[in-house]
T-cell receptor, first 114, second 115 residues
Framework: QQQVKQSPQSLIVQKGGISIINCAYENTAFDYFPWYQQFPGKGPALLIAIRPDVSEKKEGRFTISFNKSAKQFSLHIMDSQPGDSATYFC?????????????FGKGITLSVRP | NAGVTQTPKFQVLKTGQSMTLQCAQD?????MSWYRQDPGMGLRLIHYSVGAGITDQGEVPNGYNVSRSTTEDFPLRLLSAAPSQTSVYFCASSWLAEVNTGELFFGEGSRLTVL
C-alpha cells in the first residue's frame, strides 16, 4: 500500500504561472513532511519541509500548504521559471519512531515552458 | 566540500555478474542508506545503516548486500545481477538525530544497466 500519493503525475506550466503539486498520506502518525527537488542527472535535494503544527510555510517562491484533517499537503511554486523544471518528491516520516523511515511519493515531473 | 560521492556513475553488467557500488561521505554522518529510483516507482529504500557495524533491510533488499566497516563508506553489492536490477541507485546520508526530521544528503547517482 502506497503511503504517500502524489498528483498529478506530470505537470506543464508556462513561465510566470503557479505550479501546484499535491500529496496525500495515509498514516496519521506522520508528523514531518519534506519536499525534495531533483534535477536531471542529479540526486534529490531538500527543498522545503513542514510540521503539522502549522498550516503553511513559505520560503521564497515555494510554499507548502498543510491540511491535517484532509491528510493532504501541497507545494506551490509562484512565478514558475524554466529553472524550476525538475522532479519533485513529497515525503513523510514519524519523527518519534525509532525505526521509522522517510517514505517518498513516486515523484512528479514539472516542466516550465519559456 | 565533497558531500556524498558515488562511483561508478555508469555501469553495464551482464546477467549473473557481480559488482559493488561505492558510496563515501565526508560529513561524519552516522546514517547512510541506499535507494533505487525507477520510472513511476519513486525512491525505494534498499538497505540502511545507523553506524559502523550496523546495517538493516529497507523496502526492497533482495539481491543486494551491504556492510559498514567505517563511518565514511557504505558499499552496495549486487551478488548476481538480474535485468530487474537495472535502475539508478542513490546513496544518502544524514546525522542520526535528523534522519526523520532534517535533511537527507544524496549523491549524484549510479546508473546501472543489466543486460
Amino acid at each position: 500500500q502506497q503511503q504517500v500519493k502524489q498528483s498529478p503525475q506530470s505537470l506543464i506550466v508556462q513561465k510566470g504561472g503557479i505550479s501546484i503539486i499535491n500529496c496525500a498520506y495515509e498514516n496519521t502518525a506522520f508528523d514531518y513532511f519534506p519536499w525534495y527537488q531533483q534535477f536531471p542527472g542529479k540526486g534529490p535535494a531538500l527543498l522545503i519541509a513542514i510540521r503539522p503544527d502549522v498550516s503553511e510555510k513559505k520560503e521564497g517562491r515555494f510554499t507548502i500548504s498543510f491540511n491535517k484533517s484532509a491528510k493532504q499537503f501541497s507545494l506551490h511554486i509562484m512565478d514558475s521559471q524554466p529553472g524550476d523544471s525538475a522532479t519533485y518528491f513529497c515525503a513523510a516520516s514519524i519523527t518519534s519512531g525509532a525505526n521509522s523511515k522517510l517514505t517518498f511519493g513516486k515523484g512528479i515531473t514539472l516542466s516550465v515552458r519559456p | 566540500n565533497a558531500g556524498v560521492t558515488q562511483t561508478p556513475k555508469f555501469q553495464v553488467l551482464k546477467t549473473g555478474q557481480s559488482m559493488t557500488l561505492q558510496c563515501a561521505q565526508d560529513m561524519n554522518h552516522e546514517y547512510m542508506s541506499w535507494y533505487r529510483q525507477d520510472p513511476g516507482m519513486g525512491l525505494r529504500l534498499i538497505h540502511y545503516s545507523v553506524g559502523a557495524g550496523i546495517t538493516d533491510q529497507g523496502e526492497v533488499p533482495n539481491g543486494y548486500n551491504v556492510s559498514r566497516s567505517t563511518t565514511e563508506d557504505f558499499p552496495l553489492r549486487l551478488l548476481s545481477a538480474a535485468p530487474s536490477q537495472t535502475s539508478v541507485y542513490f546513496c544518502a546520508s544524514s546525522w542520526l538525530a535528523e534522519v526523520n526530521t532534517g535533511e537527507l544528503f544524496f549523491g549524484e547517482g549510479s546508473r546501472l544497466t543489466v543486460l
